[in-house]
Every structure is written in structure tokens, then in C-alpha cells.
């Protein structure tokens, strides 16, 4: 009974990281994606975090406003990558590398698990990105192990998060076309209505309702609290990763039942 | 994972007269809505077969090679792929068919040999023999040269070869293949040709395949199906579906003519027109 049940467990969890290992080894053969990426946090940090630091109309309590749109800009150069991660399914669902996968006997969970991993550890680059600009803006970082732990964990899993979310939209509207317009419109309001780059406080109360439904809210908070000293959880650690493993787990679950939809 | 030997059940050497069924199709349909793409098809491609299905644009082709992978529902109807139901076995049809799409189905992005090690991955050859199965694909499809290059690199027979061996790496019982030679030279096809022809000579491999070009199916096909909007027109070998035109000789353009029809615009859609052009110029 046991073995019945753990045997297409492991089947599944070897077949995500095969997947996910597919994906990487691209990665390998080609850096400049990797590259160009990096210039979104810094633009937004260097630019957008400094003016907005000076002017002093963000009021953030006592963590300086560079400080505190780090881990913002962080989450946000997460959600920016993965959101147009379906660019890349429709890419291929019109060569036949996705009906080639659908023949195959790996679960869809698997499929669609494995590409969502490899956009998070994709990500895991912005993270370098950021924490060594805000070294240079001397950004009061936590460097505890535990600390940088968590960060991983929370980039990799919000990246998972969100490229799924967009393998959803791209099942969805199935041309690239159609997607570029789709993902414009869904980055902009999960972005503002957020805490990324202000505090939830400030906002007028739909808004902040409309943020706490928002899933970017509870990363930017898992985020603030690891990546600085002294930061304290508006939701507390175990709320977001809470929320953020329930929306994953529903979305590549409705993944799983949409990704077929593209070998046809 | 079975151990078994994976060829015990196959012909060494197609022999038509012994016929065992790996493919049985019976009153299977799909609909999209109010159109009719295939209409009750049934036919039966044996061991060890050359199968060629035949019809012009839209005549329910690739619909049919669609569901018999499991890639398409059928609305009515069913199949036997390799003794597994399509509708309530997939999984099972899934390990025992292997598939190569009309568009290109491999990574650009990697090297042949790591496009060949993550399906040797997905499709549980034990990590003792992956390598070992590997080569053999590799050298099976002449590519050991090439192995290490990024098949972005590669010309369109060498892509559709590398297919051929990814497709095959887990040993399938039958394999599909949809316009395998569309977009290639003459001297790329008659390798695609080689190598599969090859395939079933060396490991018993039926190949169920779709095409146009009425000059494959006339020198490679052991039997042929013409379809015609979704519904079996004719079935049989070149010889048979000769001689039921009557007394002459015909040839297989004329009985393609005869069965599907001469209208110079039969079906398709832009979707289809579209992907079979990329595919030509991806290749060519």
C-alpha cells in the first residue's frame, strides 16, 4: 500500500527536477538572458529608490525607503521575469517540443511543476543582482545563513508561483500575440497593488483589500523580513509562506489540467 | 519499468503474412463543434508495418495521429494502440508509442546528446544504460559526430534524424510520425527514409505516418489508408489499391485522385498551412 503510493511519488518529484534540469542546461549554452535581466532592478533601485529616498515623501517608519524598496524591487524583477515566462511555452507549443512532452508518460503536475522550478532558480540571479546593488547603496542587509535561506527559498518558490500563473494565461490565450497584451495588463496591478515600493498603510482601503488578496503582498513581506536586520513581518513568516504554497500548489494544479490543452 | 526484453513480441523481419494488430481503430470520431474532422474511421496497422494514412489538406490526418497519441480526446469512438485503450490507458499507450510531430519537436537551445538524455530521463531507461542507449541511438542516426553541437546548428535532415532517435530511445512498439519528410532535399529524405525503414528492419518498430508526398508512400509503405474528409476512402496495399480502379494501370496518382478527390481546395486551416510552412523553412 505504501510502496503503491511513494513509488509515483519519487516518479514524480525525479520527473519536476528533469524537467527543471532541461530548462537550466539551456541556460547554460546561452548567458545574455541572464544579462539583460539585470538591468530592471537596477534601474528601478538606483533610480526610482534613490529619488523617491531624497524626496521623503515615502513614509516607511524606521527603515530608510532604500531599505525598504530593496526586497520590493526584488519581488518585483521576480514577477516581472516570471510572468512572461509563457512567452516561451506558446514558443514551444508552435515548434512541437510541448506535444513531444505531452507524449510522454511524465505526469502533467511533473511538467508543469519542473518548468515552474527552473523559472525560480532562473531567478535566483536577480537575487544576486539586487543584494549587490543594495551593498553598494548600503542597504542594512541581514547575512544571517538562516536569513539567506529564506530568501532563497522565497525567490525560488514565488518565481514557481508566478511563471505558472503565466503558463496558465498562456494555455489560455495560446498565441504570443495575444499574451504580450494579457501579461502587460495583469504585471502593472499586481505590481502597484502591493507593498513592493510603499507601505500598505498609505493606501485607501479598497486598495488595500484588493492587496492582501494579492499573493506579491506576502512575498514582498516574506522578503523585507529575511533580507533586512531589523524588519519585522506585517503577516508573520508563516502566514506568507502559507499563502504563497497554497497559490502555488492550486495553480500547477490548474496548470496540470490546462497544459494539455496545447498539443492540440 | 519492465525488464523484459522489448522485442520479444516483434517480427525480426516484416512479413505480411503473419499480421498481429498493434493499431486498431474502430468507429473513432472527433468533432469540433459542428465540423466533423474525422467521421467513424476503422482500420488496423499490424507488427512490423509500414502504415501510410494519406489525404489532402484537412482530410483528418492529423487528427488522427492527434488522438491515437493521446494528444486529442475522441469524441466518440475508440483505440488500441500497442493492446492499451487510448481512452482509458493512456499512460500505458504513452510508454509504448513514440511520436515525432510534423513540426520540430527538439531544443535548439542544447546539444543533441542532452535533447536525447532528458527523454531518456522522462521515459525511465534505468541510469545504468542511458548512456549506452544513447550512443546507440546516436550512431543508429549517424549524429555521434555531432552529438556535442547545438542542434540550432544543424541541418533540417540532421534535426528530423535526431527526432527520429529521441523519439525511439525508449524502444516504442509503434511510432508516429506526422509529414516526416516535408520541408526536406531529396538526398534528406531518402536518409529520413533509410533510417526508418532501418528502424523496422532492426527492432521490429511499426511506423504509422502521414504524408502528401504520394512518392513516399508509393516506394516505403507497406499499406496505405486514403483519407477523405474525415472518412476512410481506401485501404490497401500500392498493388490493391490499383487494381480496384479497374482494368490498366494506375498509377498511385490516380487512385489518390480517385479516393480524395481532385478539388483544388479540399479543407485545412491557416493554423495548419501556417505550422506545415514554418516547419518547410525551419528545415529547408
Known amino acids: 500500500m505504501t510502496g503503491t503510493f511513494i513509488h509515483p511519488l519519487i516518479s514524480f518529484v525525479d520527473k519536476t527536477f528533469v524537467i527543471a534540469e532541461f530548462e537550466l542546461r539551456k541556460l547554460r549554452h546561452d548567458f545574455t538572458e541572464l544579462i539583460t535581466r539585470a538591468l530592471q532592478p537596477a534601474l528601478w533601485l538606483l533610480i526610482f529608490g534613490q529619488v523617491f529616498a531624497r524626496s521623503g515623501m515615502m513614509h516607511t517608519g524606521n527603515i530608510p525607503y532604500l531599505d525598504f524598496i530593496a526586497p520590493g524591487i526584488l519581488a518585483q524583477s521576480v514577477l516581472f521575469v516570471a510572468i512572461f515566462y509563457g512567452i516561451n511555452v506558446i514558443w514551444e507549443r508552435d515548434l512541437g517540443i510541448v506535444q513531444k512532452f505531452l507524449v510522454s508518460p511524465t505526469p502533467r503536475t511533473a511538467l508543469v511543476l519542473g518548468k515552474g522550478l527552473s523559472a525560480g532558480i532562473r531567478t535566483l540571479s536577480q537575487a544576486i543582482v539586487v543584494y549587490g546593488l543594495s551593498l553598494f547603496l548600503g542597504v542594512r542587509l541581514n547575512w544571517s545563513p538562516l536569513a539567506l535561506l529564506n530568501v532563497f527559498v522565497v525567490v525560488v518558490l514565488a518565481a514557481t508561483l508566478f511563471s505558472t500563473f503565466s503558463l496558465i494565461i498562456a494555455c489560455i490565450v495560446k498565441t504570443r500575440e495575444r499574451f504580450m497584451g494579457v501579461g502587460q495588463v495583469l504585471t502593472m496591478p499586481l505590481f502597484f497593488a502591493s507593498n513592493a515600493i510603499y507601505p500598505t498603510d498609505i493606501m485607501p482601503a479598497w486598495l488595500k483589500v484588493i492587496s492582501h488578496l494579492n499573493p506579491l503582498t506576502y512575498v514582498v513581506d516574506a522578503l523585507r523580513t529575511s533580507m533586512l536586520s531589523g524588519s519585522p513581518s506585517t503577516f508573520g513568516l508563516g502566514m506568507d509562506y502559507a499563502v504563497i504554497f497554497l497559490t502555488t500548489i492550486v495553480l500547477v494544479f490548474i496548470g496540470a489540467r490546462l497544459y494539455p490543452q496545447l498539443g492540440v | ?284
Open chain 2, 1 to 284: 519499468m519492465c525488464k523484459c526484453d522489448p522485442y520479444a513480441d516483434r517480427p525480426a523481419v516484416y512479413n505480411p503474412a503473419v499480421t498481429t494488430p498493434v493499431v486498431e481503430i474502430e468507429k473513432l470520431s472527433r468533432r469540433f463543434g459542428t465540423f466533423t474532422a474525422v467521421d467513424s474511421l476503422t482500420l488496423v496497422a499490424n507488427a512490423g508495418e509500414v502504415f501510410g494514412l494519406l489525404g489532402s489538406n484537412g482530410a483528418g490526418k492529423s487528427t488522427t495521429i492527434k488522438m491515437l497519441t493521446t494528444l486529442l480526446p475522441p469524441s466518440s469512438g475508440e483505440a488500441r494502440v500497442g493492446g492499451f485503450s487510448i481512452t482509458t490507458q493512456p499512460v500505458e499507450v504513452r510508454r509504448a508509442i513514440g511520436y515525432v510531430p510534423q513540426a520540430v519537436s527538439v531544443d535548439g537551445s542544447l546539444t543533441g546528446y542532452e535533447n536525447l538524455l532528458i527523454f531518456a530521463k522522462l521515459y525511465d531507461i534505468p541510469r545504468s544504460e542511458q548512456q549506452a542507449r544513447i550512443r546507440e541511438q546516436l550512431t543508429f542516426v549517424d549524429l555521434t559526430a555531432d552529438a556535442g553541437r547545438l542542434v540550432g546548428q544543424y541541418s533540417g535532415g540532421m534535426v528530423r534524424r535526431l527526432e527520429i532517435a529521441q523519439a525511439t530511445l525508449h524502444r516504442p512498439r509503434v511510432l508516429f510520425l506526422d509529414e516526416p519528410t516535408v520541408g526536406l532535399d531529396p538526398i534528406a529524405r531518402d536518409a529520413v527514409w533509410k533510417h526508418l525503414i532501418d528502424l523496422r528492419d532492426q527492432y521490429g518498430t511499426t511506423l504509422f505516418l502521414t504524408t502528401h508526398y504520394l512518392e513516399d508512400a508509393e516506394n516505403h509503405c507497406d499499406r496505405i489508408a486514403i483519407m477523405h474528409m474525415g472518412k476512410l476512402a481506401a485501404l490497401g496495399t500500392l498493388k490493391e489499391l490499383e487494381t480496384s480502379l479497374g482494368t490498366g494501370s494506375h498509377t498511385l496518382d490516380e487512385v489518390f485522385v480517385h479516393y480524395a478527390g481532385a478539388t483544388l481546395d479540399s479543407g485545412g486551416n491557416f493554423r495548419a498551412v501556417s505550422a506545415e510552412r514554418t516547419t518547410e523553412q525551419r528545415l529547408g
